[in-house]
T-cell receptor, first 117, second 116 residues
Framework: KAGVTQTPRYLIKTRGQQVTLSCSPI?????VSWYQQTPGQGLQFLFE???????NKGNFPGRFSGRQFSNSRSEMNVSTLELGDSALYLC????????????????FGPGTRLLVL | AQKITQTQPGMFVQEKEAVTLDCTYD???????LFWYKQPSSGEMIFLIY??????QNATEGRYSLNFQKARKSANLVISASQLGDSAMYFC?????????????FGKGTTLSVSS
């Protein structure tokens, strides 16, 4: 079974631009979560999508947004990029059965490294 | 307050030795799950092991085992017989039952260096 894929793997943008990152989950997985990883803040949860609906959201400004398509693929968008948005953006998918998701394992993609100049 | 604390920024171990990576957590939820992930320099997070708060036994997966001490709120990862390929960043993470969805709260991580 193919793993989680993310495109592009590397991206260089300038301040003020916007960027769209893509994530394809493992086949059959319905939940996609996004994380931002920086040396200073570590891994921080951005948001989660399940059945095309945002199920949970972290503490990030509105410049960060996402969506999920009917095939479970997800995109995240960052508008008006700032230098501090330079990070590794990780996408994770899980099957997410209904009910308590406590034991659901998230499987991560290789990430997109974004550099904002 | 931090929910997941990993106090060891870096650990060094020789090949074939065992190593313990510390993780303490903070939650008032009686039902929660604890996860360990490995992140090599390539960036991808690799799932290693899971421990549920109600699991009676400590989790084991091959060379990985979890020393789960619920009363102390600690979930230390034990890697037996270290290999050079174990050199990576290791993250402890938690999910509480009272949260929506499957999001994980991560610690800051521990860098493990294995030498020959």
């Amino acid at each position: 079974k193919a793993g989680v894929t993310q495109t592009p793997r590397y991206l260089i943008k300038t301040r003020g631009q916007q960027v769209t990152l893509s994530c394809s989950p493992i086949s059959g997985h319905r939940s996609v979560s996004w994380y931002q990883q920086t040396p200073g803040q570590g891994l921080q949860f951005l948001f989660e999508y399940f059945s095309e609906t945002q199920r949970n959201k972290g503490n990030f400004p509105g410049r960060f947004s996402g969506r999920q398509f009917s095939n479970s693929r997800s995109e995240m968008n960052v508008s008006t990029l700032e230098l501090g948005d330079s990070a590794l953006y990780l996408c994770a998918s899980s099957f997410s059965r209904s009910g308590f998701p406590g034991k659901e394992t998230q499987y991560f993609g290789p990430g997109t490294r974004l550099l904002v100049l | 307050a931090q929910k997941i604390t990993q106090t060891q920024p870096g650990m060094f171990v020789q090949e074939k030795e065992a190593v313990t990576l510390d993780c303490t957590y903070d939650t008032s939820d009686p039902s929660y799950g604890l996860f360990w992930y490995k992140q090599p320099s390539s960036g991808e997070m690799i799932f290693l092991i899971y421990q549920g708060s109600y699991d009676q036994q400590n989790a084991t997966e091959g060379r990985y085992s979890l020393n789960f001490q619920k009363a102390r709120k600690s979930a230390n990862l034990v890697i037996s017989a270290s290999q050079l390929g174990d050199s990576a960043m290791y993250f402890c993470a938690m999910r509480e039952s009272n949260q929506a969805g499957t999001a994980l709260i991560f610690g800051k991580g521990t860098t493990l260096s294995v030498s020959s």
